[in-house]
């Protein structure tokens, strides 16, 4: 069974910066993606960055220079780093994985961008 577990939310001020962990467990084999996503309220769950099966990656046009994602292969953890952030990036962030055992999702760890 495969876990992922997101940390590093919290409250931060515009123009802030804060660093999203996610780390994955459990029988994890043939990686196709994994990536960030943000569900605000009352919005659908949208992508923010990932990475794709040939590694390069890809990111919300919103979110273009502001965050990075990268990874940790051998202890299969992926982070976003998130600056200069806005009242518009405040959304529960989730970690994504799609594996050979099939199409996974954390939790979900909430940022909030606020005075």
């Known amino acids: 069974q495969v876990q992922l577990v997101e940390s590093g939310g919290g409250l931060v001020q515009p123009g802030g910066s804060l660093r999203l962990s996610c780390a994955a467990s459990g029988s994890i084999f043939s990686i196709y993606t994994m990536g960030w996503y943000r569900q605000a309220p009352g919005k659908q769950r949208d992508l923010v960055a990932r990475f794709t099966t040939d590694g390069s990656t890809v990111y919300a046009d919103s979110v273009k220079g502001r965050f990075t994602i990268s990874r940790d292969n051998a202890k299969n953890k992926v982070y976003l780093q998130m600056n200069s952030l806005k009242p518009e990036d405040t959304a529960v962030y989730y970690c994504?994985?799609?594996?050979?055992?099939?199409?996974?999702w954390g939790q979900g760890t909430q940022v909030t961008v606020s005075l």
């Open positions: 994504r994985l799609v594996a050979g055992t099939g199409d996974h």
